[in-house]
């Protein structure tokens, strides 16, 4: 009998703390939804280029153009100056979350659409996927690793 409560103590307390693992995974996930979310923002109300600074680690990596943009000073050099005559918007939000056990990694991927509108007022869209790698830095906040 004793090994039986024995047993049945320890079957509890694993379950115990797996839903807690489960509780925790699922706050997390929230506040990488709440990252993709602040960051489409800034995008479209300060700037791309200034979102995709903030948001990134400093050893951040962008693909762009089958080109790796290795660091976020390259990040920020990467970016050309805006032309003030048009109109850029960046939308995208995240299909998929999911997060390590431990918290530290996060990956997120989904569908973006990059639009352009021109000064004639014709707007020129396109549409794929993105995929996001974020890691939690050593103050506690979410920043991308790679986009």
């Not at 995240?94 to 000064?119: C, E, H, I, Q, R």
Request: hydrophobic share 40%; aromatic share 12%; net charge negative.
């Amino acid at each position: 009998m004793r090994k039986l409560l024995y047993l049945l103590s320890i079957c509890i307390l694993m379950f115990a703390c797996t839903e807690n693992n489960q509780d925790q995974k699922e706050i997390w996930k929230k506040e990488i939804v709440d990252m993709e979310a602040a960051f489409c923002k800034m995008a479209n109300e300060v700037g791309i280029k200034e979102a995709f600074i903030e948001f990134a680690a400093d050893d951040a990596v962008l693909e762009r153009r089958d080109q790796l943009v290795l660091g976020k000073d390259a990040i920020a050099n990467s970016f050309g100056t805006p032309n003030p005559n048009t109109k850029v918007e960046l939308i995208w939000a995240p299909d998929f979350v999911d997060v390590s056990k431990s918290g530290d990694l996060a990956y997120t991927y989904g569908p973006f659409t990059y639009s352009v509108t021109d000064s004639t007022g014709k707007k020129t869209s396109n549409e794929g996927i993105f995929h996001t790698v974020w890691k939690r830095q050593a103050d506690g906040k979410w920043k991308y690793v790679w986009d």
